[in-house]
């Protein structure tokens, strides 16, 4: 399920790129600025800004939604019985459906109205949610994308199983890896996650000689502290064929989707990273011999 196409994008490998981000994701950091790709399901957005009052939606999903005067309306998201009745209804765009089920024909379709702009450097990145937590759409996609010379990044976390990365090395030219913590404790707290599956598949994916560029998404709190960075820093020194390093400052880009989501933010009152603050890591990063940038 794909729940976004960004076209011309330069943040995320070299040259021009087309993002294909991929809904769905086995984390649930709690600074995420993509909410809407957490679940493997369609989601509704609303905001209530945009809402004109029209009532295409109530006739659409009368149980699971109904007029409230002072918001709109309201939202009972565990009775929608089908997310499509809800996608294109409203005039207003003020709710919308994020999530939906693309043929690879009409992804590859997208992607040819870019390639002209592609040049030597640009491509294909996937992105989510974790693109490696998806099923075979994703292996046809990376085969016809070989088939057509295009060349593909993928955006990861590594929390998956292991054959769900090698199968795509063949067809990956960099895989752009998130490290947000090594601590085995503070990445449970604030992902769900496990990582000692992360850095397993890291240093896996380094001995398979394949092109990595690790990510460390700055986060107060979680990792914004000299210490754990010089550790983590250290870490991936020690990993064979692994010499660059972006960091990605914290930002709060995503707040207002989880107003239109109804969930919590739990970062809301995080201040956004400076560039400024990454100095001492910049530095310390460049002494061990890593090439870095800011933000991807």
Known sequence: MIFNIQRFSTHDGNGIRTMIFFKGCPLKCQWCSNPESQSFDSDIMYDRRLCKNFGDCIMAEPVAITADKENG?????????????????????????????????????????????YGHEGGVTLSGGEPLAQGKELDELLEELKSRNISVNIETSLHVAWQNVERCIGFTDTFLVDLKHIDRNKFYTYTGGNSGLVLENIERLSRENAHVILRIPVIPLFNHSESEMEHMIDYVSTLKNIREIDFLPYHTFGLGKYKMLDMEYLFASKQQVQDSELTDYIQYAKSKGFQVNIGG
């Open 73 to 117: 309306v309201s939202i009972d998201r565990q009775k929608i019985s089908s997310g499509n009745k809800l996608a294109g209804i409203c005039p207003s765009r003020a709710m919308t459906v994020s999530g939906e089920n693309k043929s690879l024909e009409d992804i590859i379709a997208e992607i040819e109205m870019d390639k002209v702009f």
